[in-house]
């Protein structure tokens, strides 16, 4: 079963969002409206809480987690991820803010603490360490992840693209029947 409770907590799903039936989202966890998860995704939200805003796809192969609280860190980190974001194929996501419109390259790693501003395009293979934050209006690359350039505007206008392109194929899968 894709959308699991776990404790007394059941993940919540806004209006038309799409859950790949493969994919396993279980605990604390809620995704907004026209947002997508696709294949083989995992977004476990059992020691801590996971948000994920609107319009925003999360794809095949990722893994969302989250840092619980104990001794090292009393207060743990959630996982908020903003709206029109696209998570690539293979990301690893671990306690971390990610702001409105920003793109995750495939295969990233973003870490425990670490804030992604608003419209921050992260390069693929790309490693955002513990604690990082990276401004608004910047291409990052590498591991760790380090400033690149500053974005145009037409890399700019391909945040609002993606979702979109996202919530039409999204709304194609759930025609056919496929995914909640």
């Not at 192969?61 to 840092?67: A, F």
Request: charged share 20%; net charge negative; with cysteine.
């Amino acid at each position: 079963m894709a959308i699991r409770t776990y404790q007394q907590f059941t993940p919540l799903l806004g209006s038309r969002a799409f859950v790949d039936a493969s994919a396993v989202v279980l605990g604390d966890v809620e995704i907004g409206a026209d947002s997508s998860i696709w294949p083989l995704v995992v977004i476990r939200g059992d020691m801590h809480s996971i948000r994920i805003g609107e319009r925003t796809s999360i794809q095949d192969g990722s893994v969302l987690h989250i840092t619980h609280a104990g001794p090292f860190n009393p207060r743990g980190y959630p996982l908020t991820i903003g709206d029109d974001v696209t998570i690539a194929h293979n990301v690893t996501l671990h306690g971390c803010n990610i702001g409105n419109r920003v793109l995750i390259g495939m295969g990233s790693i973003v870490m425990d603490g670490a804030v992604i501003d608003e419209e921050v395009m992260l390069g693929a293979g790309s490693l955002v360490p513990p604690g990082s934050h990276l401004e608004s209006g910047y291409l990052y690359l590498g591991s760790p992840a380090k400033k690149a350039r500053e974005l145009s505007e037409k890399e700019r206008s391909y945040f609002r693209y993606s979702a979109d392109n996202y919530v039409r194929l999204k709304d194609q899968h759930l025609m056919e029947g496929y995914g909640s």
